[in-house]
């Protein structure tokens, strides 16, 4: 299965490996030897890129499932000011140019805030990318009254961030949302009533890793 958002990149690389490869055609053999593996190696990438395999979230209605495919390089206590405004701890879960690039709803609840940000192009695991780069913010509030903020970042690579949520929807945990395009990161942050489930250098996978729980006020931590 590829991502729709991926359709039109397919079609313009498709149509350059076609054209380039009848302009080859008039050339010197030798040439077409090396040209045609070239162009069916990019072909593939591009469709390898845009997969879009199909998940199963976990059950739990308190659990908050990755977003992203890829690596968590950052955790840390920042102050928030924007939605949790307050103290929250944040995960940063970095997606490299062979992940599966397909954003997913991180738990289930409605959409209060959502602001697109246009920016720089950092390395996506630059602790300054999540303030600089282009990127889209999205304030959901769970059943619970949790609030959780997560985040589109783009990287040196990506160039554009598409999302199809917006203020006022429900949103469901697990539930396609939106992609970044070649290498970019994730960002969520939490509030302190959620316990962190992973730790940095852990691999996720979107829409089945549980990376944290929100917890009843009746709760305590482990």
Not at 125 to 150: C, Q, V
Request: charged share 25%.
């Amino acid at each position: 299965m590829l991502a729709k958002e991926g359709f039109t990149t397919i079609i313009v690389v498709f149509t350059f490996s076609l054209l380039a490869g009848y302009g080859v055609s008039f050339g010197p053999g030798w040439f077409g030897l090396i040209v045609y593996p070239v162009l069916a190696v990019l072909c593939g990438l591009i469709l390898y890129f845009f997969r879009d395999p199909d998940r199963i979230p976990p059950e739990g209605k308190n659990l908050v499932i990755s977003p992203a495919d890829g690596k968590v390089v950052l955790i840390q206590q920042v102050e928030e000011p924007e939605y949790i405004q307050g103290p929250a701890t944040q995960i940063s879960i970095f997606l490299s140019p062979l992940d599966v690039h397909v954003n997913r709803v991180p738990v289930s609840g409605n959409l209060e805030y959502v602001k697109y940000y246009p920016g720089k192009y950092l390395m996506a695991w630059e602790d300054h990318a999540s303030e600089m780069n282009e990127r889209a913010h999205f304030g959901l509030k769970h059943e619970s009254d949790t609030k959780i903020l997560f985040k589109q970042i783009t990287g040196f690579l990506a160039r554009r961030i598409v999302y199809h949520i917006s203020e006022g929807d429900h949103i469901k945990t697990g539930d396609r949302f939106g992609i970044m395009k070649f290498g970019s990161r994730m960002d969520l942050l939490f509030p302190d009533n959620v316990e962190i489930r992973v730790k940095k250098g852990d691999k996720t996978v979107a829409g089945e890793s549980v990376i944290a729980e929100i917890k009843d006020p009746d709760q305590s931590f482990h």
